[in-house]
């Protein structure tokens, strides 16, 4: 069975700074990992997937992610945050036709 | 191009009513899933549809049921609603079902039970 740990439930950092939230898996099978964003009261938008192939994935809005799979991990990170950066991030795994998300990192940037 | 669509936005019903929630996807996407996304936490797969045939079923009861029309929308059927089936409900779609398709999410139905 698949599961996703994300490891941080909330994440406050200042304007300008970098950013680092993560991400644990497991899964039995072929991996493809996926980060969404959620903004209040939306649905969630894409940010980046990984499917295969280099193992640092580059997506929106300057964010990009790193796949470990020694590690089973897929951390997010954006090396200068900006105040409308400040939303809900969710880290998913995709198998056997079904997504499985993490509870979610709350990420809010203050100035 | 008009992302996915769900309605109604907000829905309040009491307790032991039925509820229909609808989804238009993405024009030319085939797949539709169902999430429930209880309050602090993350989505929780409900069903996968493709081509008008479940493709994939989560852990919630019989209460929930779906089904997919030829031009590819989706309902979502709940029975006997409970106070704990208050969540907002997620639509999402995808060209075709496959675990590395990327899915496109509608901004969900909030369902309130009282």
């Known amino acids: 069975a698949q599961s996703v740990t994300q490891l941080d439930s909330q994440v406050p950092v200042f304007e300008e700074a970098p950013v680092e939230l993560r991400c644990n898996y497991s899964s039995s099978v072929s991996v493809y990992l996926f980060w969404y964003v959620q903004y209040p009261n939306q649905g969630l938008q894409l940010l980046l997937k990984y499917l295969s192939g280099s193992t640092l994935v580059k997506g929106i809005n300057g964010f990009e992610a790193e796949f470990n799979k020694s590690q089973t991990s897929f951390h997010l990170r954006k090396p200068s945050v900006h105040i409308s950066d400040t939303a809900e991030y969710f880290c998913a795994v995709s198998d056997a036709g079904k997504s499985t998300f993490g509870d979610g990192t709350t990420l809010t940037v203050k100035p | 191009d008009a992302g996915v669509t769900q309605s109604p936005t907000h829905l309040i019903k009491t307790r032991g009513q039925q509820v229909t929630l609808r989804c238009s996807p993405i024009s030319g996407h085939k797949s539709v899933s169902w999430y429930q996304q209880v309050l602090g936490q993350g989505p929780q797969f409900i069903f996968q549809?493709?081509?008008?045939?479940?493709?994939g079923r989560g852990n919630f009861p019989d209460r929930f049921s779906a089904r997919q029309f030829p031009n590819y929308s989706s309902e979502l059927n709940v029975n006997a609603l409970l106070l704990g089936d208050s969540a907002l409900y997620l639509c999402?779609?995808?060209?075709?079902?496959?675990?590395?398709?990327?899915?496109?999410f509608g901004d969900g139905t909030r369902l309130s039970i009282l």
């Open positions: 549809y493709y081509e008008k045939e479940e493709r």
């Open positions: 999402a779609s995808s060209l075709v079902a496959g675990n590395n398709q990327p899915q496109h």
